[in-house]
Each structure stands twice: as C-alpha cells, then as structure tokens.
C-alpha cells in the first residue's frame, strides 16, 4: 500500500459503489496529492475488527449497508445527530487513534430537501430502516411539523418516535394498505427497496408540486420516481443524496473543505441522465 493517507467506503456490497468517484476527484481538485480512497468489502458483525486493524494512516470510513448500527457501537465517541438516530455513516481517526462516529446522511438528506423546497408542513417516510431515521432527522431541520411512517408493520412505525423527537417532529405510524393515499403529502421520502413500491407507482395520489426524494438511484428512475414526476411532483434520487452527505463526509474525514463542483461532475459523468436538484 502507498505511504500517504487513506479512505474507504466499507459495506457489503461495495463493489458497485460510487463513493470512490466522487472522493477521488474531491481529493483530485482540492490537490490532495498523497490521499487515496478505495473501498472495502465488510461483512455484518465484521467492522470493530476491520476497523481495529486499520493504522494511523487511515483517516477515515465511509460506512455503508449493513454497517451504521456497528459503526455507532464501535466508536470511541459519537456526535450528537449519529446517537439521535442510532447509526453513523462516518468514522474518523481522531487525534488519540480512537475512532468517532458522525452521520452525514441526516444534513445530506436535508441539503436536498432544502433545495427541492421543503421549508415546513407535513410528511411522509416510506420504510422504518435506518435510511428512515436520517430522513426524520434530515425533515426536522427542514421545519417539517408532523411525519407518518408507513411500513409493513406499524409498530417498526411507532419505534421510531425517540428519532421524531429529538428532531421536535410530532410522529404517526402508518400500515402499507395506506400508502396509496399517504403518498399525497407534500413531502415523501421513500427509503424501501424498489420492489416494495413498484405497485404504488400506479396507486398513488400525488400532490401536484409536492417534493420525492428517492432514496435509490439503480436503475433510475424508479417506477414510483418516474409515476411522481409525471404528476408535476419535484424528484430527487439516492444520487443526490449520495453527492450530498459525500461534500460533509469529505470535511469530516479531510478537515479540508469539499470541492463540491468537481465532486458533482465526476459523479454526473459516471452516471449519464443524471441531472442533479443542485
């Protein structure tokens, strides 16, 4: 391995991630010359001792499915937002070698939501996973009042309350049968696989000029994404979110300021069609 200072984004399946492209060219326009960031294939239950390994040369972890619950357990000390909804997504090595947690994908998510409007009222959240947390976090400092969770069991819904508190969001819990009307929010974040909403594309009462993000972005769009776009409904994908918590992510683990514009281009040209909220 070359001298200098490392990054990686761990997970299992990181092959196909996209997370090397856009820290690449943030190392590239920012002339970090002697970083290198690569991936690193981690299976469930794995991490503390992947990461125990792992010297002072290594900055830091971008940590991915099925991680963010072990990343927060392992880590010597966490920030405020990464205890709130119980995950991380961010590991640094801090200055005694110990590792700190954080979790980008709240203001991620939130910087597009911003940017596709969102500047209050009511919401929705498809799915009670840990994408789900982030995204009652991220609709919280977006000024969002109340949130409905609609999952295959409400209860998974009603559990996350701690998360819906500690971001001042009142929280209501939802079963699937109602996602069809549900889906008329003016805000909906989905965070379930793609099978699982593929039939609501056609079921769903969107609200005209209303707000998705999407949190998949293969294939894109989606059957739901594209249903909403139809009905004059503002859509972002998990590429934008990707980008998004990435710019935190590399202040985090670089402690130098993310060259956002490169970062965008190289992911745009990696993904033709691509257009981004921002």
Not at 13 to 26: D, F, K, N, Y
Not at 75 to 99: E, K
Not at 209 to 229: I, K, Q, R, S
Request: contains cysteine; charged residues 15%.
């Amino acid at each position: 391995m070359p001298a200098g200072r490392w990054a990686a984004v761990v997970g299992s399946p990181v092959s196909h991630s996209l997370s090397p492209v856009i820290h690449r060219a943030g190392y590239a326009a920012a002339g970090l010359t002697d970083w290198s960031y690569t991936t690193l294939e981690c299976p469930e239950g794995a991490l503390a001792a992947l990461a125990g390994g792992l010297g002072a040369d290594w900055a830091g972890l971008s940590v991915t499915m099925p991680l963010k619950s072990e990343a927060l357990a392992l880590a010597d000390r966490a920030s405020a937002v990464a205890v709130a909804v119980g995950a991380a997504n961010t590991l640094t090595h801090d200055d005694t070698g110990g590792w700190a947690a954080d979790n980008t994908d709240v203001p991620g998510a939130a910087a597009v939501l911003s940017a596709l409007g969102v500047r209050g009222g009511p919401a929705v959240v498809l799915g009670a996973g840990g994408t789900a947390r982030a995204a009652i976090a991220a609709l919280g400092r977006c000024g969002v009042s109340t949130v409905t969770v609609v999952a295959r069991r409400p209860e998974a819904g009603r559990a996350l309350a701690p998360v819906a508190e500690a971001s001042g969001l009142r929280l209501a819990a939802a079963g699937w049968s109602q996602a069809p009307e549900l889906l008329s929010a003016p805000t909906v974040v989905a965070t379930v696989p793609r099978t699982v909403t593929d039939q609501l594309a056609g079921q769903a009462r969107w609200h005209a000029g209303g707000v998705l993000l999407e949190a998949l972005y293969d294939p894109w769009p989606t059957p739901l994404a594209a249903a909403a776009a139809a009905n004059n409904v503002r859509v972002a994908s998990g590429l934008d979110l990707l980008l998004a918590q990435a710019v935190e992510q590399f202040r985090l683990i670089t402690a130098v300021t993310a060259p956002t514009t490169p970062m965008r281009a190289a992911l745009a040209a990696a993904v033709p069609g691509w257009r981004p909220v921002a």
